[in-house]
């Protein structure tokens, strides 16, 4: 295929179909690639894109992956798989992995509501930078519409989701579009999230371009926590010195007195409550005449849930940064007493701030929009960058998929 | 030694019939998981820990997913003979992901629990 003109009919008809899920946001990105003058409604600058493709303006190439990746750049919820081995990605190049993928990769040009009956990869492409396979998986769904007396109908179309083995971080993710009004993908129904249908897309990949087990990617709750930490630490080294002499100095003295007030309390199971209820208390008032200290955090939080048992707790600032002086106490608490469950984070780069919720599945994490701005692929790489990097290399020690016990 | 001093205290900290995960000591400890869920587990056989296991549905809507609680494996697998889905809301039950949690028996003998 070398361009436009060279399409038939059909071809076409599904470039227009595609054109139609364009919005402003993708349009701007070519822009900035070609100097092509974008402007007023959408119908509008379809038409300019068109013309431009037509005069061999826009590079047709560059053109049909920047089809392919119109619901890439959204508002999209994340999904992350680990595989339970990590040679996996050693004994799969990227480069052999990725002529494997071209030989089963259709076309976006090819590929229309009526046609598609099971998902098909339709597009692929290689960062070599950032080591990075690229997959757009096209899925059979129907839209739920209104018709002009408020009739509900359902209405074929084709979701496109996106598959990215990432090579550095050694996972494979899933961004999947928010679609407005979709109601079913690859037959399954969409409830409140995208579980199942990340489940199906990757179970595809794994069926027809490679095998593998996913792992238990318990690290997150780790990280999660470490984020918590980070993010209520006082750090200051003064509170910490007084802390120190507080607890050497003045405990015993404290607990002596309390233990002898009631005779039950000398069991050890009290005294250590005591100790650290005290020390909490301590803490938390010198925090107020000697002040946290500022410090860059990778993410600031907004939300915190977390488990004990059949309990759950939840602490959450309902998008803004969980205030200090509000919700430290009771969160310390909560670190103290449970694991945290899920977290909202938000990631700030450049003034915009771009909120997630990440949760823990039995074998995968979710990375779940909480607005509906746009976010950039470049964005979710730092994310996840970022995040990858409260991975602690203990996991590594469970290769061979030695865990039994799940939480 | 210093990370089983860690795991006592964790442990004699507990109130009684107070749960604790096995990550949540892990994350505390950094006692392997391995070692830690033998040491939990040989604490169950005498009896200073009893089992917890919890089994939730997969309701959609959050506030709606409901939790059961069994302190035997036993107990567990005669819920879910029982018992296809979720007997209040009838939704699946998440029986790929129950999570082990250990309690904390009675409290005897000064509080600490490893005697």
Redesign the interface.
């Given at each position: 295929m070398t361009g436009y003109m060279d399409l038939n009919e059909k071809q076409q008809e599904n470039l227009f179909f595609f054109m139609d899920k364009v919005g402003g946001n993708h349009y701007s990105i070519l822009k900035e690639t070609y100097d092509i003058k974008l402007g007023g409604s959408l119908k509008n600058q379809t038409d300019k894109v068109l013309h431009a493709l037509m005069m061999n303006e826009i590079n047709f190439d560059y053109f049909t992956t920047w089809l392919n990746h119109v619901n890439m750049n959204g508002n999209n919820s994340i999904y992350i798989f680990e595989p339970e081995l990590s040679n996996l990605f050693i004994n799969n190049p990227i480069s052999s992995l990725f002529e494997k993928i071209k030989k089963k990769t259709g076309s976006i040009l090819n590929t229309s509501p009526e046609q598609l009956e099971k998902i098909q990869v339709i597009h692929s492409t290689m960062n070599s930078v950032k080591e990075q396979i690229i997959i757009t998986l096209a899925a059979p769904a129907y839209l739920s519409l209104k018709d002009a007396d408020n009739n509900p109908y359902l209405e074929k179309d084709v979701y496109l989701g996106y598959l990215i083995i990432d090579y550095k971080l050694q996972h494979f993710r899933l961004s999947l579009h928010p679609t407005h009004n979709i109601y079913s993908i690859n037959n399954i129904i969409k409830?409140?999230?995208f579980e199942s249908i990340a489940l199906a897309f990757m179970e595809f990949f794994k069926k027809k371009l490679l095998p593998f087990n996913y792992s238990n990617p318990?690290w997150i709750?780790?990280g999660m926590?470490v984020i918590v930490e980070e993010y209520f630490d006082h750090n200051n080294p003064i509170i910490e010195k007084k802390l120190l002499e507080f607890q050497k100095n003045e405990m015993s003295k404290l607990i002596k007195i309390l233990i002898t007030k009631e005779n039950g309390f000398k069991?050890?199971?009290?005294i250590?409550?005591f100790e650290?209820a005290l020390l909490n208390s301590y803490e938390s008032e010198l925090i107020e005449i000697y002040k946290m200290v500022p410090k860059e955090n990778s993410f600031s939080i907004f939300l915190h849930e977390a488990g004990?048992?059949?309990v759950s707790f939840m602490a959450n600032s309902n998008g803004k940064p969980l205030n200090y002086a509000d919700s430290r106490i009771i969160v310390k608490m909560m670190m103290e007493n449970?694991?945290v469950s899920s977290l909202g984070i938000t990631y700030t780069e450049n003034g915009k701030n771009y909120p997630y919720k990440i949760a823990k599945?039995?074998n995968f994490i979710s990375l779940k929009r909480v607005n509906n701005s746009g976010t950039p692929k470049e964005i979710v790489d730092d994310v996840l960058f970022r995040l990858n990097k409260y991975k602690p290399i203990?996991e590594f020690?469970?290769q061979g998929g030695?865990?039994?016990?799940?939480? | 030694m210093d990370q089983l001093q860690k795991l006592n205290d964790l442990l004699t900290i507990l109130r009684e019939n107070e749960s604790v995960s096995p990550y949540y000591l892990i994350r505390k400890t950094n006692i392997p998981v391995n070692v830690i869920i033998l040491i939990l587990n040989i604490m169950v056989e005498r009896s200073l820990l009893k089992n917890s296991f919890i089994l939730k549905c997969d309701n959609p809507d959050n506030d709606l997913i409901h939790g059961y609680e069994f302190e035997d494996e036993e107990k567990l697998l005669d819920f879910l003979r029982k018992n296809e889905q979720c007997d209040q809301c009838e939704s699946n039950l998440l029986t790929r992901d129950i999570r082990v949690f250990y309690k904390k028996g009675k409290v005897t003998n000064g509080g600490d629990v490893n005697g």
């Open positions: 409830d409140k999230g318990e709750i780790d926590s069991n050890s199971s009290f250590k409550r650290r004990k048992g059949i449970t694991m599945n039995y203990r020690e469970n030695s865990i039994t016990e799940a939480e | -």
